[in-house]
């Protein structure tokens, strides 16, 4: 009796890689369109792949990028809004690339404790991404710093063995105030994000360039720490007195909402009697009344970025000397409801 033909086995990626002499990783690279390839191995694994007649599986090419990329993600912001825009482009991105995150969250703006870390340290990790305020955070850099991963820091400032994903906080600052002045307004308050991140010294110090260059401006400023509740406060103390601002400018948008909700409760028309603008461009400043004239920091492309940059250098693609970088992305000014010429 004859046998019946078995089913013929279609080639896998193992397979491509023992014809071409190579790793399943560098075939990986090779059919994902990744560099870090030198042309003469790039040319056996195509050869391999057409002998073979081997087609690339989406969900195993999903798993053998999975596999080779592992990435970190430490996080914690008091801001929801500017979290879920954040984590909403690394998942993105992520996805694209076939990429495993691992997430630790600290609570309320403080880092994660140092077990924690530390056990995200030994989890074989390809790369790290700290969002703000943890990239310059002193217990974080020092339990992450020294694995030799690559690491992205975003909105940071000058943290020696990372990539900085940041906006020109300096710049942007400037530009609003500037703005503010142009409508005529020459009272003006400000509030301070977190006096321990860099971003809200650069933004105080853009406020300042603007205020310097012009005359009869009367300034008051109040810190905040980018909290919703510490914007309230902040609203408190620069509304109260003879002679308010017409205009405030908070560092973020949650402040800024904050700052809208006290004038409310003071029976202040916004922004007939008084123009808050604010800075991200989260949903908090679209979800509110009026919607803020705010900066529009590029969250989702900064998240975004920062994968892209540890995949990378994790991948092989971009495997420089690890020393201090940046990325720079665009900003725009977003005008709404919330700003008008002083009355």
Known sequence: MEKPDRPVRSATIIDVAARAGVSAMTVSRVINGRDGVRPETREAVESAIEALSYTPNAAARSLVTAAELRVGVVYSNPSAAFMSEFLT???????????????????GGAPPPRPALEKLAESGLSGIILAPPLGEAPIVLNVLRGLGRPLAAVGAYDVPDATC???????????????????????LGFVLGNPDQAASAERMAGFYDAVRDATNVEVKVAQGDFSYGSGLIA???????????????????DMAAAIVSVAHRRQLDVPRELTVVGFDDTTAAVTLWPPLTTIRQPLHQLAAEALAVVASEATGSNRKARRRRERVLDHSIVKRASTARPA
Do not use: W
Not at 90 to 107: C, D, M, N, Q, V
Not at 165 to 187: K, P, S
Not at 235 to 253: H, K, R, V, W
């Open 89 to 107: 482009g690394i998942f993105e991105e992520a996805s694209t690339r076939g990429a495993r995150l691992i997430l630790l969250k600290g609570e």
């Open 235 to 253: 609203g408190e103390q620069l509304l109260d007195g003879p002679s308010p601002p017409t205009a405030i400018f908070a560092s973020n948008d």
């Open 165 to 187: 994903v940041r906006i020109d906080d300096r710049r942007a600052a400037c530009e609003m105030t500037q703005y503010l002045l142009e409508l005529g307004h020459r009272r």
